[in-house]
């Protein structure tokens, strides 16, 4: 299994940027998939965006052309980047990780967008 460690979570208003960090306690380049969810209070966990081990990215729609994650391989972290947050993008951000079939989760770091 492989522990996962986020951090960057915290208010700010609409339009402005967060970066979000998930550290891994092994190797990035042997991870399968690692990504964002995020739940809103009142509402379904929502898959954000994942990476692949190949490098390939997916986004929710919602968040296209604003977020954007990235992996380093010396660090062994994945971030997300969210630029123009809104508020509808307040949630508390779970970072996952795929590996061998086993599924890793992250604490949770929180995003609050309010003016």
């Known amino acids: 299994q492989v522990q996962l460690v986020e951090s960057g979570g915290g208010s700010v208003q609409p339009g402005e940027s967060l970066r979000l960090s998930c550290a891994a306690s092994r190797t990035i380049f042997n991870i399968g998939a690692m990504g964002w969810y995020r739940q809103a209070p009142g509402k379904q966990r929502e898959l954000v965006a994942f990476?692949?081990?190949?490098?390939?990215?997916n986004y929710v729609e919602s968040v296209k052309d604003r977020f954007t994650i990235s992996g380093d391989g010396v660090q062994n972290t994945v971030y997300l980047q969210m630029n123009s947050l809104r508020p509808e993008d307040t949630a508390v951000y779970y970072c996952?990780?795929?590996?061998?079939?086993?599924?890793?989760w992250g604490q949770g770091t929180q995003v609050t967008v309010s003016s």
């Open positions: 996952y990780a795929v590996r061998n079939g086993l599924l890793s």
């Open positions: 990476i692949t081990d190949s490098g390939r990215t």
